[in-house]
């Protein structure tokens, strides 16, 4: 017996099927997705529509994209990502040397995704959570990683404090001196009366995530917390190549 078009299992069928086609593209056009999953335009655009209201994908002009609902969902399957299993001891011990927060992010476009966050009473205070994302050019933990990648994907960031770098000619020269330094810095960028540290975690030329630790600005020394934040990273570093 044919299934209904409309069917749970057959929207469900649909829905994978074009999630799928963006196996190998960022981008794909409305003509792409049609012509690639073989479903009719009219019911690839119907569905389009869905999944965009869905947040699973994220339409930019005539294109679309993989859009946050994705990101959040992968994240709930941390267990299974390599570089969050290798990171997660490490996390933790770099909180017990500074009694700060620890966070673990990847790049997304401008913006990080956050796949872990250690720490204590401070942690509440901050807007971040695994799964969740913030505009990198903000935060310690995004510019390490748009320093090391392409700067010009963040150099019209959002100003989400006073103090934030919006100006493009700061922001290039921001990370011209991260580069240098190989660890970033955040005070009251992101949020106000917080101050961090970061540091990529390199693996051949690549960053493949990046580390920071994260404390009220009254009392964050980033001098202190920067040996223990390289030699986190750099055990991380060496663990993923060892494994």
């Not at 999630?19 to 409305?30: I, M, P």
Request: one cysteine or more; a positive charge.
């Amino acid at each position: 017996m044919p299934c209904d078009e409309n069917s749970p299992v057959a929207v469900l069928d649909r829905a994978s099927i074009l999630l799928e086609a963006f196996d190998e593209d960022e981008r794909l056009t409305l003509s792409d997705l049609s012509r690639r999953t073989g479903l009719p335009a009219s019911s690839t655009h119907r569905m389009l529509g869905q999944l965009v209201r869905l947040t699973w994908l994220q339409r930019e002009g005539h294109t679309y994209r993989l859009g946050r609902k994705i990101f959040e969902l992968g994240s709930l399957a941390l267990h299974h990502d390599r570089l969050h299993s290798v990171a997660q001891p490490v996390l933790y011990q770099l909180h017990a040397t500074t009694g700060l927060v620890v966070h673990l992010a990847v790049p997304v476009g401008a913006d990080v995704l956050y796949l872990d966050k250690v720490g204590g009473s401070f942690a509440v205070r901050l807007p971040t959570r695994a799964g969740g994302r913030l505009p990198a050019a903000s935060t310690a933990i995004g510019k390490t990683l748009m320093a090391e990648l392409d700067p010009t994907a963040a150099l019209t960031p959002p100003r989400s404090t006073p103090n934030t770098i919006v100006d493009p000619v700061r922001l290039r020269r921001e990370y011209a001196d991260i580069r240098n330094r190989g660890i970033a810095h955040d005070r009251n960028e992101a949020v106000l009366g917080v101050s961090c540290v970061g540091a990529a975690i390199i693996k051949g030329r690549s960053p493949i995530g990046a580390i920071s630790v994260t404390g009220p600005t009254g009392t964050f020394d980033p001098m202190a917390v920067s040996v223990p934040v390289r030699l986190a990273v750099a055990t991380i570093r060496n663990r993923l190549s060892g494994n």
